[in-house]
């Protein structure tokens, strides 16, 4: 990307861009799309488009950064067991603050985690950006049994690896709508449920 960011047009101009993108890759999936179809999305030329990005893996690796952030916010943003201890704060409630801060990220970006995770089969470099996803829900969930006393008992990164992909699956099953069996669930009680089976899993 040539252009400078510095002004509100520029940065605009990038957002819409960005958005665009984000949605036609929703619709038609990575390999369906040209930076034609972004183009005329975000009501640009292709000239405009090149001016901020290389093409249209460059822009969804931008899109994929975007997410990580957010990821990043999310769980680092999230509660901090021995705060909430201090506060008063019940170990279960602490524990559904946590997936729910999760889980919303989640849903924010499942679009894009999503077409992550189909082309990491066929491109190594998004291969690297999905587990580099998936790598943040795992110390999250590390961070937490450490504090826990079922660290005393079972290894700490596997226990984590197995609870985050119960959260991973939670997640998908709700969110994928493309799945024609899908299992219907209410988002609430579902939160409510895996913070549950996670609190037992801790305690």
Not at 26 to 43: R, T
């Amino acid at each position: 990307m040539n252009t400078d960011l510095k002004t509100a047009k520029s940065r605009k101009t990038c957002k819409n861009i960005l958005d665009s993108a984000r949605k036609v890759f929703s619709e038609k999936g990575f390999n369906s799309v040209s930076v034609k179809d972004i183009a005329k999305e975000a009501c640009i030329g292709h000239g405009t488009f090149y001016l901020y990005f290389q093409d249209k893996k460059d822009v969804f690796n931008r899109l994929v950064e975007e997410v990580e952030d957010d990821l990043y916010t999310a769980f680092e943003g999230g509660v901090d067991l021995d705060i909430d201890y201090a506060e008063g704060l019940s170990a279960y409630r602490a524990l559904r603050k946590d997936i729910s801060a999760l889980f919303k990220s989640f849903r924010r970006n499942y679009d894009i985690i999503r077409l992550c995770r189909e082309l990491a089969g066929l491109d190594l470099e998004f291969a690297d950006k999905y587990y580099k996803i998936r790598l943040r829900l795992i110390e999250r969930s590390e961070r937490i049994i450490k504090k826990t006393a079922l660290a005393k008992h079972v290894d700490p990164k596997i226990s984590a690896v197995a609870i985050s992909g119960l959260i991973e699956g939670a997640v998908e099953e709700l969110l994928n709508e493309t799945n024609p069996h899908r299992i219907e669930m209410d988002e609430d009680k579902l939160l409510s449920t895996v913070a549950k089976m996670y609190f037992k899993l801790l305690i």
